[in-house]
């Protein structure tokens, strides 16, 4: 199975400010690669497919980048909607598996 | 407007059967690939199976953790995903999620879940 390992944890940031969230699989997956948002009690939602191509009605603040095995989500301008939990996805090859998660709050 | 709404949660005891639902509407059912994704509470995200659309013939994949207990189905004439759960464990606890699935598996609709809680 390819093992998803994502950093960090969680994570704080100030309004308006630039983060990011890493994801490295444990062997290449040729940008198979997904990430998902899960607002508190929620069920997520499909962010950035293939990468770093944009789901429709997605903010564009949201950006997706990486090859090979290490892949990064970046979030541009936090705002108080972006509070919630992250995960990656690799497509690539069956059993599809997550990461961990990375939970984002406001400081 | 896609729609998945999943059903047929509850508490059931260790070794029980249970099913799930889906109804799925706003889009051709058969044209798409159809997963089960579930979450155990406070955990992360695990994809348990995997239904492919009419083009593959239906064709099914499971995880290891739910190979030979559960199986995926669906009702064409409904368009209703199916899971049916045998001999259930309490690892299995979590909120199952339906979702639909690219063709180059990422899930881009997700309906609001049903708990499946295993006593033991």
């Known amino acids: 199975d390819i093992q998803m390992t994502q950093s960090p944890a969680s994570l704080s940031a100030s309004l308006g400010e630039t983060v990011s969230i890493e994801c490295l699989a444990s062997e290449g997956i040729s940008n198979s690669l997904a990430w998902y948002q899960q607002k508190s009690g929620k069920s997520p939602q499909l962010l950035i497919y293939?990468?770093?191509r944009l789901q429709d009605g997605v903010p564009s603040q949201f950006s997706g980048s990486g090859s090979g095995t290490r892949y990064s989500l970046k979030i541009s301008g936090m705002q108080p909607e972006d509070e919630a939990d992250y995960f990656c996805e690799q497509s690539y090859k069956f059993p599809l598996t997550f990461g961990s998660g990375t939970k984002l709050e406001i400081k | 407007e896609v729609k998945l709404l999943e059903s047929g949660g509850g508490l059931v005891q260790s070794g029980a059967s249970l099913r799930l639902s889906c109804v799925a509407s706003?889009?051709?059912?058969?044209?798409?690939?159809m997963d089960w994704v579930r979450q155990a509470p406070g955990k992360g995200l695990e994809w348990i199976a995997a239904s492919r659309n009419k083009a593959r013939d239906y064709s099914a994949v499971y995880s290891a953790s739910v190979n030979g207990r559960f199986t995926i189905s669906r009702d064409i004439s409904q368009s209703i995903l199916y899971l049916q759960m045998n001999t259930l464990k309490a690892e299995d606890t979590a909120t199952y999620y339906c979702?639909?699935?690219?063709?180059?598996?990422?899930?881009?609709?997700w309906g609001p879940g049903t708990m499946v809680t295993v006593s033991s």
């Open positions: 293939a990468a770093s």
């Open positions: 706003g889009f051709t059912f058969s044209d798409f690939f």
């Open positions: 979702v639909r699935a690219h063709p180059c598996w990422y899930f881009d609709f």
